[in-house]
């Protein structure tokens, strides 16, 4: 039977009817129409589903919705200032790291929650931070190379 409740995303308030069961990914992908966060393992182990739960992150595959009623959710696209990249999303491609995009998102969440808590982090630092995204592609240099470029420019 489903639920109604409302969820917080990106500062928009969206009314759904939710299975008591239904993850926090699924719900915004689903119901909310966000489809930034992505859906890798489904087990807590990739990190691409991550998204920030009162600026902290969660990886929403593994969070009810409905424990996320009166939090603020913050995914992949709250990241940027309307149609304007934000810089971490600027650095990312300007250091490469980003090469097929899967993992892109939850590590611009995961990024952005350590800058706002760290906001001059060493590399080993940013490399703990984002121990829980995995990546197939990059290797993680570019990653960590543009986490520290941005917090270098601030
Ligand atoms: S899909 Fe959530 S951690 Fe992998
Ligand atoms: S860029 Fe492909 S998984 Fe990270």
Excluded: W
Excluded at 56 to 71: F, I, T, W
Aim: hydrophobic share 40%; glycine share 12%.
């Amino acid at each position: 039977m489903k639920v109604a409740a409302t969820l917080r995303v990106n500062g928009v308030t969206y009314p759904v009817e939710l299975e008591p069961g239904t993850s926090l990914l699924d719900a915004v992908r689903d119901d909310v129409g966000l489809t930034g966060s992505k859906e890798g393992c489904d087990d807590s182990e990739c990190g691409a589903c991550m998204m920030l739960l009162d600026g902290k992150p969660v990886n929403s595959c593994s969070y009810l919705a409905l424990q996320a009623e009166g939090s603020e959710v913050t995914t992949v696209e709250g990241l940027a200032n309307g149609q304007e990249l934000s810089p971490l999303q600027s650095a990312f491609l300007e250091h490469g790291g980003v090469q097929c995009g899967f993992c892109t998102p939850g590590m611009l969440i995961s990024a952005t929650a350590l800058l706002a808590e760290s906001p001059s982090p060493t590399g080993d630092e940013v490399r703990i931070a984002l121990s829980g995204n995995l990546c197939r592609c990059t290797g993680y240099d570019g990653i960590v190379t543009a986490v520290l470029a941005v917090a270098g420019a601030r």
